[in-house]
């Protein structure tokens, strides 16, 4: 199996499964008990907690576990509002993740008022649109770090900036820009900062929460927990995995993406050669170096991506399933690309176990699967 779906999941890195293992043998393990087995396991989550810490350069403190990206972006627009009764309008990107989307819709409903800011033809943001959509009742802007379907960076420094000089609150939902990217939240005075463990090698059912200290949100969940901020007994296991996956990828940061900018310039340059009707969605903005976005003309996705599957290639369309159908993406719809062409492009997003010989193998099938399906659409 060829996997390049990895904004999807990642498969989690022995080392943290080596610690995973290690905690689960441990024993029982609840951080708030107060005998030996208890303060055991609250010594692995510091430690833990630190190595997370380093990812981001933040302090330990300022670091809140949640249960996946989700939850960490509902966290921080919940409670951004909740802090600030009397502000009810929210600044966004038209291209966010759907958990910030549909949360966002749904507080629409509520009466929230939220500025979508739109991106250009190649799916980047204006920093300047996005300063010039903050109002005196603004609670919130945000903008995620990378975006997931094209990899297009948003101008997170410059939207910091702004928001900290208007005294408004900013979150960036870096789920995939952490362990791709290096984020040193000493030097970006982002406010809060989201993450998920299992986009960069550690399990599914752990994110965090960065919280810059000083700001006071709002109990996600009461109880002790998380310094009273998200109660419910510790996910030790997964704390421990996502703390050895994050210092993997701090120290690999450099290499890793090194490799992974060589492997995807490969693909995309080799696809563009070889299968005429492929674009690049997203060319010429600057990306994460795993992702590319590639449209096949009017082809549907879904037929190229069964083949390619049949064949043992894992690749995604950007496009969601819906209960009434396949619904074409909003991040490519955003940038100008029409219907066809949004239900017409496969996303590849490389992992740091890719090699050239996958590329090689994916540019030997792809011209055949194009022409096959092709050939079905004619
Ligand atoms: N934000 C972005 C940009 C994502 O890509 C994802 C997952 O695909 C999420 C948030 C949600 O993360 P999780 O799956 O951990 O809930």
Not at 38 to 47: D, F, H, L, N, Y
Request: aromatic share 2%; net charge negative.
């Amino acid at each position: 199996m060829i996997y390049l779906d990895h904004n999807a999941t990642t498969g989690v890195a022995p080392e943290a499964i080596e610690a995973i293992l290690a905690a689960l043998k441990n024993g029982p393990s609840n951080p708030s008990s107060k005998h030996r087995a208890g303060e055991c396991c609250k010594e692995a989550v510091m430690q833990a907690r630190g190595e997370l810490g380093q990812l981001l350069n933040c302090t330990p403190p300022e670091l809140v576990y949640t249960s996946c990206g989700t939850e960490a972006n509902h966290f921080a627009i919940q409670g951004a509002l909740a802090m600030q009764p009397d502000r009810r309008h929210i600044v966004a990107s038209s291209v966010e993740h759907p958990s910030v989307m549909e949360l966002l819709a749904h507080l629409e409903k509520q009466g929230v008022k939220v500025t979508y800011v739109p991106v250009d033809d190649k799916g980047q943001l204006d920093a300047a649109a996005v300063e010039a959509a903050m109002t005196a009742e603004t609670a919130l802007v945000t903008v995620m770090w990378a975006n997931n379907e094209t990899g297009v960076l948003m101008p997170i420094e410059a939207i910091a900036a702004a928001t900290k000089a208007r005294g408004i609150l900013f979150h960036t939902d870096a789920v995939q820009a952490a362990g791709k990217v290096a984020i040193d939240l000493k030097a970006v005075p982002v406010d809060m900062l989201s993450l998920s463990g299992h986009k960069l090698h550690a399990p599914t059912g752990i994110g965090a929460l960065f919280v810059r200290k000083g700001l006071k949100i709002p109990s996600l969940f009461h109880g002790h927990q998380e310094r009273a901020r998200r109660g419910g007994t510790e996910n030790v296991p997964g704390i421990v995995g996502l703390g050895k996956a994050a210092l993997l990828a701090k120290n690999e940061l450099a290499n890793e993406q090194a490799h992974l900018a060589a492997l995807r310039d490969k693909l995309e340059a080799g696809v563009l050669e070889r299968v005429p009707i492929a674009r690049v969605n997203g060319a010429g903005a600057v990306r994460v170096s795993n992702t590319t976005f590639i449209r096949f003309g009017d082809l549907e996705a879904e037929l190229i991506l069964e083949r390619l599957d049949r064949a043992g290639v894992c690749a995604s369309a950007g496009a969601a399933c819906t209960s009434s159908g396949t619904a074409p993406s909003h991040v490519l719809l955003a940038m100008g690309v029409d219907e066809r062409g949004a239900l017409a492009s496969v996303r590849f997003s490389l992992g740091r176990d890719n090699t050239a010989a996958d590329i090689d193998t994916l540019l030997d099938i792809l011209p055949g699967i194009v022409n096959e399906a092709a050939a079905i659409a004619a």
